[in-house]
């Protein structure tokens, strides 16, 4: 009777798999082997390793279930992955300590990785804005054809102090949050289409800031503007270049997803990119806070600005400083 070749190759390509992923798998197995605890006390980077070890555990589960077949190893997959997400998220409630120090390090990973991208939306902002200042604030016929009307009775109406548009500061508040995070999941969730829809919604912004910027220089009212934009304006800014990085970073998954499949590169980006998202939705609370409270509302344009760059000026610190941290013995010795 002829062997089965195509059962021979199968049990070769199995065996081939198993001795390239076993270590992956063990070492999943080793820090998770004390549930919720010992995840925890691993610190940032082994956390982030600990989900990485997981994601890839499941894929290979789910490629054994659909190209193997083997029940022994389906089964020994099953627990490593079932511990694993346990050990991940159902390890029960902590305390609050815990907890601000499990997310907000995984956050600031997060951020970090997606810092290149961060640089880009940075970079689109900041230049389209100088240009479309520069243009309008020396240009008659831009000023004629880019700033809408609204924009050009609020530059002959404006004076040395705040523009009175008759709502309570808590109001306001409410309505600038509420517009950032329209702005900001627009940014992000648009880049799903390989980021050219976050590039589009950086333009839009920011050639209505530079028109209106360069609208108030050319008025001789400069400082005016940027007085009333800039307390709460820095701290929105870098907000939505964070988002629009972890929407570009999204996309660029899709163009360049290295040596994985597109829809598991796209995944996995996601995940770090949606918590990018989610953590900078309090830095919006506090810019809309400034707008409302302390904006116009000191009579010191100076020490407003001052206040909005010194907390944006922390907030970026806190995302992408270095922060001394003991590395767990665990890991000192990989």
């Not at 998770?32 to 980077?45: D, L, N, Y």
């Not at 243009?135 to 404006?158: C, K, M, N, T, Y």
């Not at 509420?178 to 627009?186: A, H, I, T």
């Not at 600005?305 to 922060?323: E, N, P």
Request: glycine share 12%; charged share 20%.
């Amino acid at each position: 009777m002829r062997p089965n070749p195509s059962r021979y190759t199968r049990v070769v390509d199995l065996d081939s798999f198993i001795a390239k992923y076993r270590p992956e798998w063990r070492r999943l197995e080793e820090a998770t082997a004390h549930g919720s605890r010992g995840v925890a006390k691993r610190g940032g980077e082994g956390i982030a390793e600990v989900v990485r070890l997981y994601q890839r555990a499941s894929t290979h589960l789910t490629e054994v279930r659909s190209s193997y077949g083997d029940p022994q190893l389906e089964g020994y997959l099953n627990g490593v992955v079932g511990r694993a997400h346990a050990a991940l998220y159902g390890g029960g409630a902590r305390s609050r300590r815990d907890v601000a120090a499990l997310f907000g390090s995984r956050y600031r990973e997060a951020a970090r990785r997606t810092a290149p991208f961060i640089l880009i939306a940075a970079a689109v902002t900041v230049l389209v804005t100088l240009a479309l200042a520069l243009w309008v604030s020396s240009s008659h016929e831009a000023q004629a054809g880019v700033l809408p009307g609204f924009a050009r009775d609020a530059i002959q109406r404006a004076g040395g102090h705040r523009i009175d548009i008759g709502v309570a500061p808590a109001e306001l508040s409410a309505l600038i949050l509420l517009n950032n995070l329209k702005v900001m999941f627009l940014a992000f969730g648009l880049g799903i289409g390989l980021g050219i829809g976050t590039l589009y919604v950086l333009a839009q912004n920011a050639i209505l800031l530079g028109a209106l910027a360069g609208g108030y220089a050319a008025a001789g009212k400069a400082w005016v503007f940027w007085s009333l934009v800039l307390p709460h304006g820095l701290l929105e800014i870098t907000g939505i270049c964070i988002a629009a990085g972890a929407g570009l970073r999204m996309g660029w998954s899709l163009i360049d997803p290295g040596d994985r499949p597109r829809g598991r590169a796209l995944a996995e980006e996601a995940r770090d990119a949606v918590l990018v998202v989610v953590g900078v939705i309090p830095a919006f609370g506090i810019a809309a806070f400034i707008e409302g409270f302390v904006t116009g509302r000191t009579g010191n344009a100076v020490v407003e600005v001052a206040v909005g760059a010194v907390v944006t000026a922390g907030y970026v610190t806190l995302l992408f400083g270095r922060i001394a941290h003991r590395r767990p013995a665990a890991l000192a010795r990989k």
